[in-house]
């Protein structure tokens, strides 16, 4: 048996512009996501890897800034050790001839040139790179021409044509950026679109994937590998706060030779920042005092740490007379970056009026009619639907809108990192 071992990073999005940071902070997260990139080249030498597959994104736009684009091309893969890069433009940083990233022609001009052991595939369709260590190993890649989405299908029969008729006792592995149909979020832009069906009858053992920014996987039991088929190892940094849990790469063993190669995947995280997405109820807290104290044990509760980046979402009926617009400097002080989202906040109703005065608009109308309903009712489930509609009649009624809100208020309050 022979093993085969990778380093899957994908997604760098080198100089992203980061405007949802502070104006100060910016700049140090581009400066974080260079280091990231090169922790993963060290990684990559420690582990003793054949190789880097790098399938796409690895700058945010083709127009990244010159210090950035000459730090990666003359240094970040030229350091001692490095193993073979193969990358995979993606739809962020797409080849062509007019390419600054790419091209060489044009890189030549500013005095830079890739190193020899990186090699970009430049063509849309499949080509192929034979790994001198271990022989027998083929990197397979293709890229993305432009910055507007393709639907070609990379793994439809016809485009894998070149791949079929080549392929004889190598160990084929692909490299590239595409939509694995039902897994990437629905508002992301679909490019290269395939499905499992195609991913499994590919003739490739495995398939490093970029474009999802969040770590998934696809296992097969039969056909050209067992163990991971294809993976997406997500973004290598954290690029919003969205993009919750950790960020890292893949390692990638393949033990091939005498039967059917089998694939193993694992985590290596490089991100040192974490992102979290905590719900916190803001349902009977009696001062913006308070309320922060809440977000304070959230933030202790879901072992968030100064380094991390948290979005806070605030649920439930804030009650009459408590204001609450920005968490105060306790809250901001622990961590690197606290989002609050307010959106989902309801003001509470005093009912009473409702109760005691003689109804006389649509509104006194409609809340006597449901507070009585509400005080003939035992079901506590009947009771809290009364109650829902009660709240959302009375936000259509004072707000002018109906935001899905109460439901949640029967959920626990701990939100999951
Ligand atoms: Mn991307």
Redesign the pocket.
């Known amino acids: 048996m022979s093993l085969a071992r990778f380093l899957h990073v994908?997604?760098l999005?080198l100089g992203r512009p980061f405007g949802w940071l502070p104006a100060e902070r910016r700049s140090e997260r581009r400066r974080e996501q260079l280091r990231i990139l090169e922790r993963a080249v060290s990684e990559a030498i420690e582990r003793g890897v054949h190789a880097i597959l790098i399938p796409?994104?690895l700058f945010d736009q083709e127009g990244v800034d010159a210090e950035t684009l000459a730090t990666v091309v003359g240094s970040t893969f030229a350091v001692s050790g490095c193993p073979p890069v193969y990358i995979a433009p993606?739809?962020?940083d797409p080849s062509s001839e007019t390419s600054h990233t790419w091209n060489a022609r044009r890189l030549r001009a500013r005095g830079l040139a890739w190193p020899e052991h990186v090699h970009v595939f430049t063509e849309p369709r499949w080509t192929a790179r034979a790994l001198e260590v271990p022989p027998t190993v083929r990197v397979w890649g293709r890229c993305a021409i432009s910055s507007v989405p393709s639907l070609d299908r990379p793994l439809s029969p016809s485009l894998l044509e070149p791949v079929h008729a080549a392929s004889g006792n190598a160990l084929e592995v692909a490299v590239f950026?595409g939509s694995r149909e039902g897994e990437c979020p629905t508002g992301q832009k679909v490019t290269a679109p395939f499905s499992d069906d195609e991913t499994r009858h590919a003739p490739f053992a495995y398939l490093a994937v970029?474009?999802?920014?969040a770590r998934s996987q696809l296992q097969a039991s039969e056909g050209a590998s067992t163990g991971v088929r294809m993976a997406y190892a997500g973004?290598a940094a954290a690029?919003d706060m969205t993009e919750a849990g950790a960020h890292g790469a893949l390692e990638v063993r393949i033990e091939f030779g005498q039967r059917v190669p089998h694939v193993e995947t694992e985590f290596v995280p490089l991100d040192s920042r974490r992102v979290y997405d905590l719900a916190v109820d803001v349902n009977g807290v009696a001062s913006a005092d308070r309320l922060d104290r809440r977000l304070v044990k959230a933030l202790d509760d879901a072992q968030v740490s100064e380094r991390d980046l948290v979005t806070v979402r605030l649920v439930g009926r804030l009650p009459r007379g408590v204001r609450y617009g920005a968490p105060g400097p306790e809250v901001l002080g622990r961590a690197y970056h606290v989002r609050v989202d307010l959106r989902a906040v309801r003001p509470d109703y005093d009912l009473d009026p409702y109760r005691s005065a003689e109804p006389r608009t649509t509104e006194d109308k409609f809340a006597r009619a449901l507070l009585e309903r509400l005080d003939q009712e035992t079901d506590p489930q009947q009771r809290a639907l009364v109650e829902s509609a009660l709240y959302y009649g009375l936000d259509a009624f004072r707000l002018r809108e109906v935001v899905p809100a109460y439901e949640e208020l029967s959920q626990s309050p701990e939100g999951a990192p």
């Open positions: 994908s997604d999005h796409g994104d993606g739809n962020h950026h970029g474009h999802c920014h973004s690029l």
